[in-house]
């Protein structure tokens, strides 16, 4: 009989916002200068909730203040089909309004990073999306 000890994360929980709330964000509402980060999640996904709190921790050591970061509820009524995503954690990025595309090796173009990411690996990404926004360039090599 297994006796061992249950070790919980020491971080809070992120707060997911539900879908309505950013939608007007994810149509491109926003013409802020800032990067807005919308990361889909499921709640009971380990990856996701993961990465969630890599975003949480990045927001919170104010490492992203360039940046408005939404945890968004992936099981939120119609965030799936109106976002177009099938598995989580889905990052979309936008710039003063603009979805920015992704390009990735062996993956087809898309408006979304779909995956799990390290803190040093999102920041990285992140700074790069920032950058790439503010030349008005919409287009993201990644290597990943």
Same mark, same amino acid.
């Given at each position: 009989?297994?006796?061992?000890?249950l070790?919980?994360?020491?971080?809070?929980?992120p707060?997911?916002?539900?879908?309505?709330?950013?939608?007007?964000l994810?149509?491109?509402?926003?013409?802020?200068?800032?990067?807005?980060?919308?990361?889909f999640?499921?709640s009971?996904?380990?990856?996701?909730?993961?990465?969630?709190?890599?975003?949480?921790?990045?927001?919170?050591?104010?490492?992203?203040?360039?940046?408005?970061?939404?945890?968004?509820?992936?099981?939120? *009524?119609?965030a799936?089909?109106?976002?177009?995503?099938?598995?989580?954690?889905?990052?979309?990025?936008?710039?003063?309004g603009r979805?920015?595309?992704?390009?990735? *090796?062996?993956?087809?173009?898309?408006?979304?990073?779909?995956?799990?990411?390290?803190?040093?690996?999102?920041?990285?990404?992140?700074?790069?999306?920032? /950058?790439? /926004?503010?030349? /008005?360039?919409?287009?993201?090599?990644?290597?990943?």
């Amino acid at each position: 009989e297994y006796m061992g000890t249950l070790h919980m994360a020491s971080e809070p929980a992120p707060l997911l916002v539900d879908f309505d709330s950013v939608a007007p964000l994810f149509r491109g509402a926003s013409d802020s200068k800032r990067l807005v980060v919308l990361c889909f999640v499921h709640s009971w996904s380990p990856a996701a909730m993961f990465f969630a709190q890599v975003l949480f921790g990045l927001t919170r050591d104010r490492e992203l203040e360039f940046a408005r970061v939404e945890l968004v509820d992936a099981d939120s *009524p119609n965030a799936a089909a109106a976002a177009g995503f099938h598995a989580t954690p889905a990052m979309f990025l936008l710039h003063e309004g603009r979805m920015l595309t992704i390009r990735r *090796p062996n993956w087809d173009d898309d408006n979304k990073y779909v995956g799990s990411l390290s803190r040093a690996a999102a920041l990285e990404l992140l700074m790069y999306a920032r /950058g790439l /926004g503010e030349s /008005g360039t919409s287009t993201l090599h990644c290597s990943e």
